[in-house]
């Protein structure tokens, strides 16, 4: 009978902490501005995308480390073989962003086109992709400012989980940024990255030398890498390259808010975001072996750096390569990186539960998380992805080299399933009654997104080969157990749907023949009297009120009073040998059943309401009880009768003006969504 | 409206909690076999008593090592100063037994005798020492086995703390020690040290040396004590000599678990037991000294100790010294010191329920503590004393001399009230018509009371004077703060009672003048049918049911059903614009109430019944927070109908083999109980 005040409990605990936190002000779905032209869209959408390449380069060049410093001549190789990747991955999406112009996530086209189990299993990738996407950029942009910031250094985790906590405060209060807002950042990042280039551009061709700090330093090999071992070497560089592409399927999400027409809009934004993300990446890959960066995974791996002294980033390595004498432009770079960062975790408190309210509508998940007046839904969310991604900042110290072999599963497998489910996509309108000029077109896409599938898929391939035993593995158990999990809520709701659903017969629903009233007493006073009114004034077949004898002594003395104030209702008094409550009181309805099964029984509860929580402590603990026992028994109703306590009154509603901002949010979800 | 949930979520987690570590056996309040012998009632009630020999010496010597190795000569006169105190004690506590044959404890007597609000104070003063013992005994006891075993010593924390949980888990699972059980480790106690003393006494009379391995190390003076600092520094360290005397007013409130004449075997005991442990006392303190024991508070104030090593116990000093070529001999000694000890911090976890039960009963803690259906509350108490002792051993690092300095005020402030309270009673007597023999006797009495009031306040102040500044203080605020908490409660239940109350005229309670029925619809399915036929079958004035029209699409189709199926009731379809389901009902009913002021208006919600507690997550969310809503409005009453899911009846009572074994165990209260 506890067993469901433990969920209970659970539920309860979030919202407490979450009133704590939360003054909770409105917060409408999108942004405020309805429609978004393409020079504000690139940056809402690009952050993610992006802000990958903060990274991207020194994880490649961190695994060629391993076999030594000669390995790096093959760093441009497969920089340039992510950027294949990249190319046509842009290229897919583009199909699915014609295909879908209300927004196709992975998760619709996989499950319109695949089937519910394929979606699901997306969803998993993808809701798990949400976790490190917020741990990977929060770690990484740490170490960013680490690199120009002694105290950072010396703080990395603590400082990670503070930023972690302070996003999650911002969201939870619903504090949402405008596009400008999301604009700045990025085009301060691009803007930053650009000057670097040029100037390093000029100094090169002016024969000016740059040398980043660790060119000098040496990478002690412990093996050295030939044949089928530097294959694969190369390929899990390549699988940390990747990571590069994360973020790309954001616009194929976000088609709606396009200017018309959206379609072409949203294409031509997501190939702009192709070119100059992977131009980026080529370029800051370019530099750092220009400049002989090097960067190992521990510093036991370079000899020649600072005894503790930690590595700086790549991109900060560069920056004071490209301006030695200029440290105000260096911490520039290095803030607007960990800024843009920053930006795309929030994405992902964005993108998370958005996924988790429609997997809610669809039954994946619980129901609640979907229903629109409960904006708590969307604070659980964001709470359960803040957790998940500290602990994982928390156990792998904020490390990025180490986190990011988690990353990348996820979004290879939504990117594979998506390409598949859109080849499938395509294969129906082939088999409908296209016109000959669509068929080109069709076939023409269903190709792109072929090569798109064939191609994300061996990469996924890679990828899980590669990063297995480097702790991907723990990605591999933790997806297929989401998938499970939303397969079981998915049943269970399905088994109660069934449960529930009307037969034919059910319309004849027998009507109880009398209704028989228990009303609790335990004392004689205000709230007895009116329960007993109450009960009086609903004219029951048969009218009882029932008193349990816990205490011999004080059973007399409630038996006198009741008999001296002539009440029209006659008392009858429980034994409890035991002098338990509850007990006795199902045990008398229970016989009252059997001896008439058709009669309805309803249980009148006195029960006080408090103004303070904590009051809830000093009261209601037995009537608590009682109600979740006889909830068990068929034929029984109970029925509550408050009793509003002074101070329940003297504050009736206290979360009044919170409530009222909650509504003008919606109200204005209400007009703002597409 | 989500605040009393709050409430709940505290309360409910922790029965969670619970639930995960109790299977929940029987338990009885007080030992199996029902009146105890002396030679048994011994050990049980002197374990916590003597257990504080384990630390006594020690916290003498330690601090007199402040003032230099020299300052040891004034640990005899120290010592005999706390024997006198004791045997003080000991006369009055011997007044208490015989004025309160059933089992008057110092909240009983000071209550009864001074007033409410002294005898709250006591309570205050006792619940914090409960703690207190439970963390000084069990760090006194992991320090023993520290004192033998390196890798007991490089964890003491953490071992302290495996033993608090440890000792938890068993009382909440209700196992219960016979009183044999309790006999043998403190008879083996009181032989180990016997057999030390003897032994010692022998070497002594024979010639033999015997030194500690401490007895050439120097103590670093760094101030050197006279004059009045003098003074204060003996009195410092006379106030840790006085938890000497802790545990000794346990069996006070066990005189009824004595066999017959229950006062005189329970005085007798009392002198027995003062006899034992002044003398265990004494001959510790006398071979601390003849073996010259070095104890210090750091081990920066040893020269000479082994670099890394820490200090070991003056009883495990001592036995080393006795038996040099027996480490078994010491070993035995040095466990059966900590078994004494964890079977004081276990004496703990059995007064300090019981006297949260007494507190309840009072209405000085919430109710439910003393409802005796309600095993939880006593589970609810034991949680509470393990975390705080838990947390003050972590805070302290596990370390005796720290936590020590927080014990005794609270224990003299209970004996100081408890004399005064004593002294007051003999007044009271004598004020009555007692017998010439009966005058002298009660004379003599309250002379030896007034003798311990005057002694153990003087104690009291003395030990709050030395102590104040180096963590007394913390409970110095502590217990004022749960004096205060425990008055406000008091203060909650007497205006609720009070505005509970019946007036004169209550007794015309109006009837409702009609009850309009509304059944909650959210779909039509068996849950709502059952709702309906319920309704139905009691027969409102006016019955409608409502549904909330959250979605335009699902509304229609409801409605739709409705007709075809032809539903015998009226189905009013409420407008809720920002697609809540809470607000329109509230406002739909307060109007309803508006128009007619006199009518009833009972709200039919259909809830699921779920068999497990994980399957609440996924329902009732909304229903749950309606009817909390609901709640403040007057004239109002819910009615919850149940719908049993399937699973909730596959096993409707998982607990039902758990509560019959706590049945069982009450009965045995019921049986066992004087």
Redesign the interface.
């Given at each position: 009978?506890?067993?469901?005040?433990?969920?209970?409990?659970?539920?309860?605990?979030t919202?407490?902490t979450k009133?704590i936190l939360v003054g909770r002000a409105l917060r409408s779905d999108r942004l405020d501005d309805t429609l978004l032209p393409k020079r504000i869209a690139l940056p809402v959408f690009a952050s993610d995308a992006l802000s990958s390449n903060a990274y991207a380069t020194q994880e490649i060049l961190v695994v060629l480390a391993l076999g030594g410093a000669s390995l790096y001549s093959f760093g441009a190789w497969i920089a340039a073989a992510v950027v294949l990747v990249y190319f046509v991955v842009v290229a897919s999406y583009r199909q699915n962003v014609h295909a879908y112009p209300s927004g196709g996530g992975d998760y619709e086209v996989v499950s319109t086109n695949i089937g519910a189990r394929a979606g699901v299993l997306v969803a998993s990738a993808l809701l798990v992709d949400y976790v490190l996407t917020v741990a990977v950029s929060i770690s990484a942009g740490v170490a960013s400012l680490a690199s120009i910031s002694e105290f950072v250094e010396t703080h990395t985790v603590a400082i990670a989980l503070l930023a972690i906590a302070g996003i999650t405060f911002l969201n939870l209060r619903g504090v949402r940024e405008s596009g400008s807002l999301f604009a700045i950042p990025t085009y301060l990042f691009m803007l930053s990255i650009a000057v670097m280039v040029v100037s390093a551009v000029i100094k090169t061709f002016s024969g000016q030398e740059m040398l980043a700090e660790s060119a000098g330093w040496t990478i002690v090999e412990e093996h050295s890498y030939a044949g089928l071992a530097l294959v694969f070497l190369l390929a899990r560089s390549f699988s940390s390259g990747t990571t590069a592409l994360t973020g790309i399927e954001a616009i194929a999400n976000g088609v709606p808010a396009f200017m018309k027409p959206k379609s072409k809009n949203a294409a031509t934004t997501l190939l702009l975001l192709g070119l100059i993300s992977t131009s980026m990446f080529a370029c800051i890959t370019w530099l750092a072996l220009k400049t002989q960066v090097h960067v190992t995974d521990h510093n036991d791996q370079l000899l020649g750096i600072p005894a503790g002294e930690a590595q700086k980033t790549v991109i900060v390595q560069v920056a004071e390569a490209v301006f030695p004498s200029s440290p105000w432009l260096v911490a520039e770079i290095s803030i607007s990186t960990a800024l843009i960062l920053v930006l795309a975790a929030n994405t992902a408190f964005n993108g998370f539960p958005v996924l988790g309210s429609v997997l809610g509508r669809d039954g994946y998940l619980?129901?609640?998380l979907h229903?629109?007046?409960?904006r708590l839904a969307y604070s659980n969310g964001i709470l359960a992805l803040a957790t998940m991604a500290a602990v994982l900042v928390f156990i792998f110290r904020a490390n990025v080299s180490a986190l990011i072999q988690l990353y990348i599963v996820g979004v290879f497998i939504a990117f594979t399933l998506s390409q598949i489910g859109m080849v499938r996509h395509w294969g129906e309108l082939l088999a409908g009654n296209p016109t000959d000029k669509e068929v080109r077109q069709m076939h023409r896409s269903r190709a792109i997104n072929f090569i798109g599938a064939i191609l994300t898929g061996s990469v996924l391939i890679i990828v899980i080969l590669t990063k297995f035993t480097r702790g991907a593995w723990i990605v591999c158990i933790l997806i297929p157990l989401l998938f499970l999990l939303m397969q079981a809520?998915h049943r269970?709701?399905e088994?109660?749907?069934r449960?529930?659903?009307?037969e034919s017969d059910?319309?004849k629903?027998?009507?109880?023949?009398r209704?028989v009233a228990l009303v609790l007493v335990s004392?004689?006073?205000?709230?007895t009297?009116?329960a007993?009114?109450?009960a009086?004034?609903?004219?029951?077949s048969v009218l009882e009120a029932i008193t349990v004898n816990?205490d011999p002594e004080e059973t007399k003395k409630l038996m006198l009073e009741w008999e001296q104030?002539d009440l029209p209702v006659p008392l009858r008094v429980l034994d409890?040998?035991?002098?338990?409550?509850?007990?006795p009181v199902l045990t008398y309805v229970r016989n009252l059943r059997r001896e008439s099964p058709r009669d309805?029984v309803?249980v009148?509860i006195p029960?006080?309401?408090?103004?303070?929580?904590?009051?809830?402590?000093?009261?209601n603990?037995?009537a608590?009880r009682l109600?979740a026992r006889?909830?068990?028994?068929?034929g029984?109703?109970?029925?509550?009768?408050?009793?509003?306590?002074?101070s329940?009154v003297d504050r009736?509603?206290?979360?009044a003006p919170v409530a009222a901002a909650i509504?003008q949010g919606?109200?204005r979800d209400?007009t703002d969504s597409p």
């Open positions: 009978v506890t067993v469901p005040r433990v969920a209970w409990s659970i539920v309860l605990l919202e407490f009133r619980p129901r609640q229903t629109r007046g409960d809520i269970h709701y088994i109660v749907s449960e529930l659903a009307l059910d319309e629903v027998t009507l109880p023949s209704v004392k004689i006073h205000k709230p009297l009116r007993l009114a109450y009086r004034g609903s004219r029951p816990v104030r409890s040998p035991y002098r338990e409550i509850t007990r309805l309803a009148y029960q006080y309401v408090v103004g303070h929580w904590y009051e809830h402590l000093l009261h603990q037995s608590l109600r006889l909830m068990f028994s068929k029984v109703v109970v029925v509550t009768v408050p009793w509003q306590l002074r329940s009736p509603d206290r979360m509504r919606e109200a209400e």
